[in-house]
C-alpha cells in the first residue's frame, strides 16, 4: 500500500465510515448525536493514511502556523462579525 496511498485512504475512508454508521445505528435514537462524528471521518482518514501509508508522511505537506499578526486579525474580524450578528439578531 505504500506504492498507491489513494487506495489505503478509500479503505480506511469506509473502514472508519462502517464504523460509525454501524455504531449510530446500534445506539438508536441517541445515535443521532454521534452523527457529528461521521463529518469527521474524511479528515481522520487522511491523517491516517499520511501517518501509515505515505511514504513522506507530512515532510510535503508545508504546514505553518503563521504570523501572531496574522491570527489576532483573524481573531478581531471573527468577533466583530460574531458580535455584529448578535446585535442584528437580538435587537
Same mark, same amino acid.
Given at each position: %500500500? ?36 461521521? %463529518? ?5 482518514? /487522511? ?20 504570523? /501572531? ?23
Amino acid at each position: %500500500m505504500k506504492k498507491n496511498p489513494l487506495l489505503a485512504y478509500f479503505a480506511c475512508l469506509t473502514l472508519l465510515s462502517a464504523a460509525v454508521i454501524l455504531t449510530i445505528h446500534a445506539l438508536g435514537e441517541k445515535g443521532v448525536y454521534f452523527a457529528q462524528v461521521y %463529518m469527521l471521518t474524511p479528515a481522520l482518514a /487522511a491523517v491516517i493514511t499520511r501517518l501509515f501509508f505515505y511514504e513522506k508522511k507530512f515532510a510535503d505537506a508545508q504546514l505553518r502556523l503563521g504570523k /501572531a499578526r496574522h491570527w489576532l486579525q483573524f481573531w478581531l474580524i471573527s468577533a466583530l462579525l460574531a458580535g455584529t450578528s448578535y446585535l442584528f439578531y437580538h435587537f
